[in-house]
């Protein structure tokens, strides 16, 4: 089954604790995304990375740490100092992948991870 | 600052009534502009790029450089439509990079 994976689909920490979101996808795409998705909010970028080894801060990376060293991996890590955790993350991967079609700002989005803090 | 507005959290329209939902931008430079849109239990997903200039479900989108807007819209809604609709921006200097709206969430009535 190809696509863009997230786990765990449910996640709860203790506050004060640090906690990683999984993100992995098999369609060959250089750029992944991380997005946190909040009620009226809609979608605020955390950190993006278009190619191995290298990411950039998005709108929001306060508090969130991530790393890119292999291609189809991009975990997210929420930190303690990340002052309101408890959301709902998004994965994303974007490119060519090698075949026909696809493109570099269509984005494919995993499932999600609900993360509450407690 | 580049921005997306979505004015409209909620809207709700009657089966085979026309829908229209509302997107600005602000950007100065050529943006390219996109409907992203989640159903119950899905997974968020593309819907349609200006670029493309095609009609999706029914659907289809004008930019209007003018008025910076990317207004979605379909004559006849129905209720398989029902789902939230997020309007998003790439700036050309910044690929794949993309700016999202609040969102607008559509109910289709019977």
Request: some cysteine.
């Amino acid at each position: 089954d190809g696509g863009i994976t997230q786990s765990p689909k449910y996640l709860f920490r203790k506050e004060g604790q640090n906690v990683t979101l999984s993100c992995e996808q098999n369609l060959n795409h250089d750029a992944m995304y991380w997005y946190r998705q909040d009620p009226g909010q809609g979608l605020r970028l955390i950190y993006y990375s278009q190619i191995v080894n290298d990411f950039q801060k998005g709108d929001i990376a306060e508090g969130y740490s991530v790393s890119r060293e292999k291609k189809e991996s991009f975990p997210l890590t929420v930190t303690s100092a990340q002052k309101n955790p408890t959301a709902f993350y998004l994965c994303a991967s974007s490119g060519y992948g090698g075949g026909a079609g696809g493109s570099y700002n269509e984005q494919f989005f995993g499932p999600g991870t609900r993360l509450t803090v407690l | 600052a580049q921005r997306v507005t979505q004015p409209e959290k909620l809207l709700s329209v009657f089966k085979g009534a026309p829908v229209e939902l509302k997107c600005n931008y602000s950007y100065s430079g050529s943006p390219e502009l996109f409907w992203y849109v989640q159903y119950s239990r899905q997974r968020l997903q593309l819907l349609l790029r200006h670029i493309s200039r095609e009609s999706i479900k029914g659907f289809t989108a004008d930019l209007n450089k003018g008025e910076t807007s990317f207004h979605l819209k379909k004559p006849f809604a129905q209720e398989e439509d029902s789902a939230m609709y997020y309007c998003a921006f790439e700036k050309g200097s910044t690929l794949g990079r993309l700016y999202f709206g609040r969102g607008t969430q559509l109910t289709v009535w019977p």
